[in-house]
């Protein structure tokens, strides 16, 4: 017989005979039955509660069912295969839902819903509810008393009969129709109902919401009135007297005539725009903050070159900055301000003014005109500037130069030859007049012991003594080029300090983060 198991519930079922695999018969105590499960026809696969059977009696054995093996509602077949000492074993169960098997097993389960009359079944719908067959009624023309029940809807009556016609406390209330029955009257209720609903909708957005009731506001409305009318016939034409004055003339005074007056000859004109205002508009496209196009401007190039840009953010009219306008371009209306002014983060929208500035810096140019024509030292400055370089060589291309060395050569001979230390060309020039034919020759003599050369030459001497030549120079200049290169791949995070990296100290590497890992040789 199968059994009934509920679904989703641990259960003890009791399985077997375990019998003796020679005999047949003899029941085997001491067994592990390895138990596997298949449900509605699945592979059998071992059960998940981890239990081993235990035995009971007479090979038969108690084992242990947890709600995952019976989560599945149909068959359950449990299996036990055959060893050595005992025959195989099966059993087959049926599980089914909660509900079913609690009302067939559960503690006063009533059972299945049973005819009165046996071999007869209940009615059901066809999703399986059980309901009442209106076609299949038990003595359907006997009377019965629904006073109890509350009909709630009833779409269709064919055919109503056995109504007892109300005459009593509710005709009476009802009174007699006006017209052939109480449902025309309704009918004609409806229609009124309906044009009245139509004017209350006309109405009430003429009305308005009223702060209290309608007759209340016209109550206040009434007291406003006499307000005013008290204001308009008394206060106001006091007030105006008052304000117009003794003299008051229309054609001079009203403000008509200040308006026409002011047209003509105030300064700002154009309805009070001031002059010096060149252009209000917004920023239309954002390249850079130095950089940005209006979206409306002159068409002309540089028409505001030296102008103050006043830049207004667009969420917080109180945030301004203020630039001046390097450059305008006409075409593209693109503004090119001398440098970022730094108070906020331009963008598209902002609000950009745009000021004559009266006291725009000169430009590189004009400080130089300016000081071509009222100043005679620059003149001479460029003049003197130009004798040092003809005399001391060519500034341009850095030649032609005395080096130190020769300088301290020239000093040592001019101290030689004044026999004064430290002596200076004019003490040179004080002490020797121009050469005689005596001094002359005395000199010869001087050079030639100089020299070492007997009839030595200012020329001779010259090539011993002679200044640094141009190609000497070059040569210390590509030197120092090769120094300068040395020294720019030198990093200096601090100022004056050379940012070094250290790989080997005395031919040995250095290892070592300097934080979790020391610094060490290798």
């Given at each position: 017989?199968t059994?009934?198991l509920?679904?989703s519930?641990?259960?003890?079922?009791l399985?077997?005979?375990?019998v003796?695999s020679?005999d047949?018969?003899t029941?085997?105590v001491?067994l592990?039955?390895?138990?596997?499960?298949?449900?509605?026809?699945?592979a059998l696969?071992?059960?998940?509660?981890?239990t081993?059977?235990?035995?009971?009696a007479?090979g038969?054995?108690?084992?242990?069912?947890?709600?995952?093996d019976?989560?599945t509602?149909?068959?359950?077949?449990l299996?036990?295969v055959?060893s050595?000492?005992?025959l195989?074993?099966?059993h087959?169960y049926?599980?089914?839902?909660?509900?079913?098997y609690?009302?067939?097993?559960?503690?006063?389960?009533?059972?299945p819903?049973?005819?009165?009359v046996?071999g007869?079944?209940?009615?059901?719908?066809?999703?399986g509810e059980?309901?009442?067959?209106?076609?299949n009624?038990?003595?359907?023309?006997?009377?019965?008393?629904?006073?109890?029940?509350?009909?709630?809807?009833?779409?269709?009556?064919?055919?109503?009969t056995?109504n007892?016609?109300?005459?009593?406390d509710?005709?009476?209330?009802?009174g007699?129709?006006?017209?052939?029955?109480?449902?025309?009257?309704?009918?004609?209720?409806?229609?009124?109902?309906?044009?009245?609903?139509?004017?209350?909708?006309?109405?009430?957005?003429?009305l308005?919401?009223?702060?209290?009731?309608?007759?209340?506001?016209?109550?206040?409305?009434?007291?406003d009135t006499?307000?005013?009318?008290v204001?308009?016939g008394?206060?106001?034409p006091?007030?105006?007297?008052?304000m117009?004055?003794?003299?008051?003339?229309?054609?001079?005074?009203?403000?008509?005539?200040?308006?026409?007056?002011g047209d003509?000859?105030w300064?700002?004109?154009?309805?009070?725009?001031p002059?010096?205002l060149?252009?209000?508009?917004t920023?239309?496209?954002?390249?850079?903050?130095?950089s940005?196009?209006?979206?409306a401007?002159?068409?002309?190039?540089?028409a505001?070159?030296g102008a103050?840009?006043?830049?207004?953010?667009?969420?917080?009219?109180?945030?301004k900055?203020?630039?001046?306008?390097?450059?305008?371009t006409?075409a593209?209306?693109?503004v090119?301000?001398?440098s970022?002014?730094?108070?906020?983060?331009?963008?598209t929208?902002?609000?950009i003014?745009?000021?004559?500035?009266?006291?725009?810096?000169?430009?590189?140019?004009?400080?130089r005109?300016?000081i071509?024509t009222?100043?005679?030292?620059?003149a001479?400055?460029?003049?003197?500037?130009?004798?040092l370089?003809t005399n001391q060589?060519n500034?341009?291309?850095a030649t032609?130069?005395?080096?130190?060395a020769?300088?301290?050569?020239?000093?040592t001979?001019?101290?030689?030859?004044?026999?004064?230390?430290?002596?200076?060309?004019?003490?040179?020039?004080?002490?020797?007049?121009?050469?005689t034919?005596?001094?002359?020759?005395?000199a010869?003599?001087d050079?030639?012991?100089l020299?070492?050369?007997?009839?030595?030459?200012?020329?001779?001497?010259?090539?011993?003594?002679?200044?640094?030549?141009?190609a000497a120079?070059?040569?210390?200049?590509t030197?120092?080029?090769?120094?300068?290169?040395?020294?720019d791949s030198?990093t200096?995070?601090t100022?004056?300090?050379?940012?070094?990296?250290?790989l080997?100290?005395?031919?040995?590497?250095?290892?070592?983060d300097?934080?979790?890992?020391p610094?060490d040789g290798?």
């Amino acid at each position: 017989m199968t059994q009934i198991l509920k679904q989703s519930t641990a259960v003890d079922v009791l399985i077997g005979p375990f019998v003796d695999s020679t005999d047949g018969y003899t029941g085997e105590v001491g067994l592990s039955p390895a138990v596997k499960l298949s449900k509605n026809g699945q592979a059998l696969a071992a059960k998940n509660d981890i239990t081993t059977p235990v035995s009971d009696a007479d090979g038969y054995y108690n084992c242990e069912l947890d709600a995952t093996d019976t989560n599945t509602v149909g068959t359950l077949v449990l299996s036990v295969v055959g060893s050595a000492t005992s025959l195989p074993v099966r059993h087959e169960y049926q599980v089914v839902e909660e509900a079913v098997y609690d009302a067939l097993y559960a503690a006063s389960a009533a059972g299945p819903l049973q005819s009165t009359v046996a071999g007869r079944t209940l009615d059901v719908s066809a999703g399986g509810e059980a309901g009442i067959d209106w076609a299949n009624v038990g003595s359907p023309t006997t009377a019965v008393d629904l006073s109890g029940t509350d009909i709630q809807l009833v779409d269709t009556v064919t055919t109503y009969t056995g109504n007892t016609v109300q005459t009593g406390d509710s005709y009476g209330r009802l009174g007699a129709p006006a017209g052939a029955s109480v449902s025309a009257d309704v009918a004609a209720v409806k229609v009124d109902t309906a044009a009245v609903l139509v004017d209350t909708a006309d109405m009430q957005p003429k009305l308005g919401t009223p702060a209290a009731d309608v007759s209340a506001d016209i109550a206040a409305a009434k007291v406003d009135t006499a307000a005013i009318l008290v204001d308009t016939g008394t206060t106001i034409p006091a007030t105006l007297t008052d304000m117009q004055g003794a003299t008051f003339s229309g054609a001079t005074d009203s403000l008509e005539a200040i308006r026409d007056r002011g047209d003509a000859a105030w300064t700002t004109g154009a309805g009070g725009t001031p002059p010096q205002l060149l252009q209000s508009t917004t920023i239309a496209t954002l390249a850079s903050q130095t950089s940005f196009t209006l979206t409306a401007g002159s068409a002309d190039d540089d028409a505001y070159n030296g102008a103050v840009a006043v830049i207004t953010d667009q969420s917080t009219a109180t945030q301004k900055a203020v630039g001046s306008v390097l450059d305008y371009t006409g075409a593209t209306k693109t503004v090119t301000l001398t440098s970022d002014p730094g108070i906020f983060t331009m963008a598209t929208g902002d609000t950009i003014d745009i000021i004559a500035n009266a006291s725009t810096a000169p430009t590189a140019a004009a400080v130089r005109a300016e000081i071509d024509t009222n100043s005679t030292q620059l003149a001479l400055i460029v003049g003197d500037t130009n004798e040092l370089q003809t005399n001391q060589g060519n500034w341009l291309t850095a030649t032609g130069f005395s080096t130190s060395a020769a300088l301290a050569t020239a000093q040592t001979d001019l101290d030689t030859l004044t026999g004064t230390d430290g002596a200076t060309l004019a003490t040179s020039q004080a002490n020797y007049a121009p050469a005689t034919a005596a001094s002359l020759a005395t000199a010869q003599t001087d050079l030639d012991t100089l020299t070492g050369t007997d009839g030595a030459t200012l020329a001779t001497a010259q090539g011993n003594y002679a200044p640094a030549t141009a190609a000497a120079l070059a040569t210390v200049d590509t030197e120092v080029g090769q120094i300068k290169t040395k020294t720019d791949s030198l990093t200096f995070s601090t100022a004056n300090q050379v940012d070094a990296n250290t790989l080997a100290i005395n031919s040995a590497t250095v290892v070592g983060d300097g934080n979790a890992t020391p610094w060490d040789g290798a």
